[in-house]
């Protein structure tokens, strides 16, 4: 089984700053996109942003010049750097995977973290 992990959710004030982290488990050689969403009260889970193996990105319009998503192959992590937070960013993020090679051909996926909330006050 392949798990994720979320941590480092929190409250804060607006202008403020957070960091999320999300670690895989489990027996795989590798994992290809890793991306975070998020999803406010009494609204659809949104895209927040992702990043490839390779390290490419891609952001939301909502989050492009204040987020920032990386990851830490060798340690199955992903980062979520969030600065000059918003009260309209409070909401559960979760982390998510699009598939891991288990093995040679062998493909599991998609996979969700169980979430971590993000409040930011006014």
């Known amino acids: 089984q392949v798990q994720l992990v979320e941590s480092g959710g929190g409250l804060v004030q607006a202008g403020g700053s957070l960091r999320l982290s999300c670690a895989a488990s489990?027996?795989?050689?590798?994992?290809?996109?890793m991306d975070w969403y998020r999803q406010a009260p009494g609204k659809e889970r949104e895209f927040v942003a992702s990043i490839t193996s390779g390290g490419s990105t891609n952001y939301a319009n909502s989050v492009k010049g204040r987020f920032a998503i990386s990851r830490d192959n060798a340690k199955n992590t992903v980062y979520l750097q969030m600065n000059s937070l918003k009260p309209e960013d409070s909401a559960v993020y979760y982390c998510h995977l699009d598939f891991v090679v288990l093995e040679p051909g062998t493909l599991f996926g998609p996979r969700w973290g169980q979430g971590t909330q993000v409040t930011v006050s006014a």
């Open positions: 489990g027996r795989f050689f590798s994992i290809n996109v």
